[in-house]
């Protein structure tokens, strides 16, 4: 079972003003692209060919060594993207509600904790990574990781997550991380958060 790109869930240039088309089409066409692709070299004729990314991430352990870090990298890669891409709509912003947003008052106070707790995550990400909301077994938290890294391997359950690798916001916002994670905020789409958490 080869891992695919999937088709985005709106046209590229629906984010905008906040994501651009441009950064879109090569982010999603040719950055997630990449991972897959090497993801499918690495995996191929193995007995791991056919285990989905999530369990991969859960299991790096193992691996043999000398596809562990490929594999970590590339199959996080197609993960996060495709989580990434879900959790962003043209409709998307506001506030999260519903269970969702009780949770979040309870762990953080308030969805403006949340997110400014989920900004100085992104902006103090030394390098490439991402920003998480994550369910930890207990609660909510927030967490970061970083390249392609995954909560789910250290056996958290990601919510939401803000990719702060330069590719996902450079050409419209260069060195300016702490805005980009600002305008993404007003794509996030709290209804699949939502769906997530209910299934934790």
């Known amino acids: 079972m080869a891992y695919k790109v999937p088709d985005l869930p709106y046209a590229y240039d629906a984010l905008e003003p906040h994501i651009d088309e ?10 997630h692209q990449a991972y897959v692709d090497k993801a499918n070299a ?3 004729d193995t007995e791991w060919e056919d285990v989905r990314p999530r369990e991969i991430l859960t299991r790096l352990d193992e691996l043999p060594d000398d596809l562990r870090d490929t594999v970590r990298n590339n199959a996080g890669g197609q993960y996060n993207h495709c989580m990434f891409w879900r959790s962003m709509s043209p409709d998307g912003g506001g506030e999260p509600d519903g269970a969702l947003g ?21 902006v103090n990400r030394f390098g490439s990574g991402w920003a998480w909301l994550v369910h930890d077994g207990s609660g909510l938290a927030v967490v970061s990781t970083p390249n392609q890294d ?5 056996g958290q359950t990601p919510l939401l997550g803000l990719d702060v690798w330069e590719h996902a916001y450079y050409l419209v916002y260069q060195s300016r991380r702490p805005d980009y994670i ?15 958490f209910a299934d934790v």
């Open 22 to 31: 441009a950064t879109m089409r090569a982010h999603h066409d040719k950055h």
């Open 42 to 44: 690495a995996l191929a």
């Open 102 to 122: 009780e949770a979040i008052t309870t762990a953080f106070g308030s969805a403006d904790e949340l997110k400014s707790l989920l900004k100085t995550a992104g």
């Open 150 to 154: 995954n909560p789910v391997t250290g």
């Open 182 to 196: 600002d305008a993404w905020f007003s794509v996030v789409n709290w209804q699949t958060v939502a769906e997530r």
